[in-house]
């Protein structure tokens, strides 16, 4: 089936805003991320029209997707003919993961207001994703230090996986069109937990990247809860306090929130 095939599909049920709705509609993108579901319990959030779910279904051990829109998951069950892809009506992030096996990888193309989200659910169940995210989002992923785009999402990114570009998708590729283009990542979990307090102190700490961090301690003397005085003793403490955040590597960037959390303490 082409392409204007989908779009009508699209347009009789209607792609919805509130759920950031775009589909693939490109089998060359879908054959080209399932490739790395190959003899695998591959984990499908918002599987839309299917596209990519069949090319998996060719591939990997199993499929399980999850569709939240009851139009979609209507439209999916009177075309499924996989027996080894299960459709579930959900929400994502209210779905009970206990009532299945454990996947093997989650590969999707998920909507762009869900990336971190999902990055986060990905990182704390320990699981490989391919994605198909904005490509200034992948972009941020992958910064290194001392480059314009690196941030706290390079940060916690770089410390929970190996990340590994695959390729860009453009526009096109998706219906509607979003009106930017899309890359396909592959994350490997590293296994380490990054706590709560350690995430909360690096993204204060990345919000002044380009100050010393020193510096950018005194400045958070009210988001601390610390007197400036308090924030003055704290900040030449502190591991690499003469560094400038945006320079420092994400361990180096660690062991620096965790100084500041012992030292508050």
Not at 26 to 35: F, G, L, Q, S, Y
Not at 47 to 57: D, Y
């Amino acid at each position: 089936m082409d392409a204007s095939y989908y779009k009508g599909i699209i347009n009789g049920f209607g792609a919805s805003k509130r759920l950031g709705q775009s589909f693939l509609i490109d089998t060359t993108v879908a054959r080209a991320e399932a490739v790395h579901g190959a003899g695998k319990k591959v984990l499908e959030m918002g599987p839309g029209l299917g596209i990519l779910t069949a090319e998996l279904s060719k591939v990997a051990k199993s499929v399980v997707a999850i569709e939240v829109d009851p139009r979609a998951y209507r439209f999916l069950m009177s075309v499924a003919g996989m027996p080894n892809v299960r459709i579930i009506n959900s929400d994502f992030f209210r779905f009970d993961f206990s009532s299945i096996p454990r996947q093997d990888i989650m590969i999707s193309n998920i909507p762009y207001s869900l990336s971190s989200k999902v990055i986060g659910w990905l990182a704390s169940h320990r699981m490989h994703g391919v994605l198909c995210l904005q490509r200034e989002f992948v972009e941020h992923m992958l910064a290194r230090p001392g480059t314009e785009s690196y941030s706290k999402l390079s940060v916690f990114s770089s410390l929970q996986f190996s990340l590994s570009y695959i390729m860009d998708v453009q526009p096109r590729c998706f219906y509607p069109e979003p009106r930017v283009s899309s890359s396909v990542i592959y994350l490997k979990p590293k296994g380490r937990k990054v706590s709560r307090a350690e995430k909360e102190m690096l993204s204060l700490i990345m919000e002044h990247k380009k100050k010393k961090l020193r510096n950018a301690i005194i400045d958070s003397e009210k988001a601390l809860s610390i007197t400036h005085e308090g924030a003055m003793r704290i900040a030449d403490l502190v591991e690499h306090s003469n560094e400038r955040p945006f320079m420092l590597p994400p361990e180096a960037l660690l062991s620096a929130a965790k100084s500041l959390i012992k030292l508050l303490k």
